[in-house]
């Protein structure tokens, strides 16, 4: 008998069973992972769809927004227009790993390689994943949030309920503190301080927006009109303060915003490690499907599948084809990891040059390392090599897109440009970058109005004002609200 | 080493999304209404596959804030350069925004639009949204009692086949028990004996002599007697059944062409859908007529090809000959759509009348729809033969309803003119 896993296109238990156990020998023992236990899941295409149109968690609360991306995929589905993700996994303790049916065994066996074992590590040791995320805690939490909307829908009308939604929606890129840590999500504790949250939060409103002041220093800032100071700091965190301070919502408003700001929390940490969590991934299943084949586990037959799959996930379409879209994160996190590998391994002048840490480093030992102590933005700032600038023939282009006519190229490829490409390419995945920096900043007791600033860097502008000020002004309870820009100017307002 | 936790879920039940789905679809109801309804009009609706909808994005895009496209620095990295050097410029394309930049020049057209799939069932669904059968229950309701049985209860005689195993047991059980009263003093003391007995021989006996007691009460007592036999009680509840026959009669004669064939036959099939998932007790009988009639199948119906001249009053007879061997007045509601393009001979109007006041006091309702030339409307009011002989009729028989039908696009809003649930 062979030592072969498997010797059929079409999978079994059993060989999901042995993938999964030889996969599991070579990611502990042999590459050093610390993963959460698994829980894989086989699900069929429709389930697929189901699955990434509740944003890929196993369950969620109902939104037509769900309900409006599930018939969008499943038209592109049907009509052969896209295919459907090989898996899913979610942040979870134990991780649960979707894989399709539909898949072939080699497909399969990456795919558990890839997720069940790369993703897994990056989320039980990456370090943003570790503050903000609490694995164990999620599902529950998510019970919680599905039975609460639910109960509000039956409480206040599902139509009340969906439009608050739609607007806590429209600001879910603005609901995390980026600079401080958040408590972690856990679903007994949820529900039993839901309650006390309800009622404490409404008095904490009115004590706020208390007209008869307590003492006479407040008496001479009232007859101001204004009492400075208040938020003491501009807080980003437009969600949380909404939740917190907003007048006259009803409490079950205030905690709906508070799961549509816990849920952005979670997922915060995946907008940013895109490139690594994808790079890594990549990395482990090359490393686990490799040493299958070395060690006579897999078929040639099974290799050679194994690496058109793997190259056609970690193509990289250049700027002026047609399928571009951007960087590609499998391609770029997984370039960059390889090339740690290469240097630490052979090392050139150049890498010493640009990377003294690597003389007489163990690859796996800094890229463990590093995959735990980096987001994108720094990942790229610190490990973007010359090497891997010139194979992927990076270059960069400034845009004034006041000027109609024409971009000019500013750096290439070249010993002038490296550090320049690498900081541009950082700065693409800084958050700032796609979401405008929002803050509130004043809050007027008398009229309670309130003042949202928008921070503009390199010239930019804010966009989509018109369709958000309606939003903003039913978070804020009708009352009125401004956005200006960093010299005062009004840019909206509604009253 | 433990082995990975597998679960196979592909036997869960496959509509987690359907509650998104229905509130999406709620949400946008009325525009995918008007969409759905529009493409009846260019799209046959026999296929039964999903039906994709295409409606105006306006209002369905969920809103963020954005760093404006069009204005501010930008820098980008790209992968992949040829041949440019620092300081080379690139033209941008003439129109669109992003050109090379992240936006790369996807998905410019269709912006305005959103496409997707709605399944057959919910297509019709909105197609025949607000629509009903009027009058369906009058005449069923007074006449028509049907009986079903429904679970009323046990009782204590029946038929074997629904006894209550259950019930039985339990009544059983506390038979037994009443019966037996307080213990069998001299069970108890051989009981006691045998706990405190040593002697292997005298246990023996004192077993059999327990063994032996217990039997004869197990045989005083029976386990189950008649007395404890319960049946499931059924009782007949006298239930309305909405019983209808649906008459479609068409003209097949030489003077409707093509044109005048694809509305009327679009029309019965709009009717015959509409039937089918409505009411489940309904059947239809489909008649075509050019100088004689004949009652034909669904098939032959919208498929034939038949030619030659125009008497109406032979369909008519031939559906009251159907309702007198088949459907008896006090059992069935009766319904006619006919279609037709309105030439008749002129010698056949007297008979018309006489068989419509023998048929309409039967009839819940009769829709006339007439393929008209497709300027009539327009130009003059002419009135055909048949229009002229059946609006006649109108001011006797309200439930008369007569419509014209000039273009195949008009055939959804004229059928929803017949069926208009009423607002009352």
Partial sequence: MSNLLWNNSDWTFDDINRIYTACEDIALNELGLNCYPNQIEVISSTQMIDAYTSVGMPIYYNHWSFGKQFVQEQRSYSQGKSGLAFEIVINSSPCINYIMEDNTTTTQALVIAHAAFGHNHFFKNNYLFREWTDASGIVDYLIFAKQYVAECETKYGARSVETWLDSCHALQDHGVNRYRRPTKLNMDKERQR??????????????????????????????????????????????????????????????????????????????????MNEGFASLTHYQIMNRLHEKGLITDGAYLEFIALHSSVLFQPDFDHPGYTGHNPYALGFAMLRDIQRMC??????????????????????????????????????????????????????????????????????????QDLRHKLADQYLTSTHTPLLEVVEVDRKTRACTIRYTSENNRQLGNIAKMMPHLSKLWGRYPIKIVDQGGDVLDSME | ??????????????????????????????????AA???????????????????GSDGIEEPHFTQDPKAGDWDYVLPGNRDYLPGDSIAKPKSGSGGRGRSGGKGQSGED????????????????????????????????????????GFTTSGNPSTLNVERTAMAGIGRRIALRGSRNQEIIDLEQEIAKCEDETLLTELNDKLAELLAAQNRRISWLDTVDLRYNNFVPQPKPITQAVMFCIMDVS????????????????????????????????????????????????????????????????????????????????VYCAQASDGDNYPTDSDVVHEYMHQLMPICQMWAYIEISREQSEMMFSYNTSLWGTLSELQNQYSHLSMQQIAYESDVINVFRKFFARSKA
């Fill in chain 2, 37 to 55: 309804r529009k493409q009846i009009s260019d799209r046959g609706i026999t296929d039964s596959g999903n039906q994709e909808i295409t409606i």
């Fill in chain 2, 1 to 34: 080493m433990v082995g990975p936790n597998i679960v196979d879920r592909r036997l869960n039940p496959p509509d987690k999304s359907l509650g998104n789905r229905r509130r999406f679809l709620d949400r946008f109801r009325e525009r995918i209404k008007d």
């Fill in chain 1, 194 to 275: 839901q309650k006390e949250r309800e009622e404490y939060q409404q008095s904490q409103v009115s004590e706020l927006y208390r007209i008869i002041p307590s003492n006479n220093k407040s008496i001479t800032q009232l007859t101001d009109g204004k009492i400075k100071g208040f938020p003491a700091q501009p807080e980003e965190n437009l969600l949380y303060f909404f939740e917190k301070y907003s007048p006259d919502i009803e409490p079950w408003q205030r905690e709906l915003l508070r799961i549509v700001r816990k849920m952005a929390h979670y997922f915060y940490p995946q907008r940013r490690t895109k490139v």
């Fill in chain 2, 113 to 152: 639009e959103f496409q997707f799939l709605l399944s057959y069932d919910e297509y019709l669904d909105l197609i025949f949204d607000d629509l009903m059968l009027p009058d369906l229950i009058k005449k069923s309701e007074k006449t028509l009692v049907q009986h079903q049985l429904r679970r009323a």
């Fill in chain 2, 254 to 333: 030489f003077s409707m062409g093509e044109r005048e064939k694809t509305i009327a036959k679009k029309f019965f099939l709009l009717l015959h859908l509409f039937l089918k998932r409505t009411y489940k007790h309904i059947d239809v009988v489909f008649v075509r007529h050019h100088e004689t009639a004949e009652e034909c199948d669904e098939t032959m119906f919208f498929t034939s090809k038949i030619s030659g001249g125009t008497i109406v009053s032979s369909a008519l007879e031939c559906i009251q000959k159907i309702i007198t061997d088949r459907y008896s007045t006090d059992a069935w509601n």
């Fill in chain 1, 345 to 418: 391994k052979t090392p050139t002048e150049e890498d010493l040059k640009w990377f003294p840490q690597i003389a007489g480093a163990n690859s796996q030992e800094l890229i463990l390392d590093t995959i735990a102590n980096h987001s994108d933005e720094s990942f790229i700032r610190q490990w973007l090599s010359p090497h891997v600038i010139r194979k992927l023939k990076l270059f960069s282009v400034h845009d004034d897109r006041s000027d109609t006519a024409k971009y000019s190229v500013t750096t290439i490829h070249n010993d002038a440009g490296y």
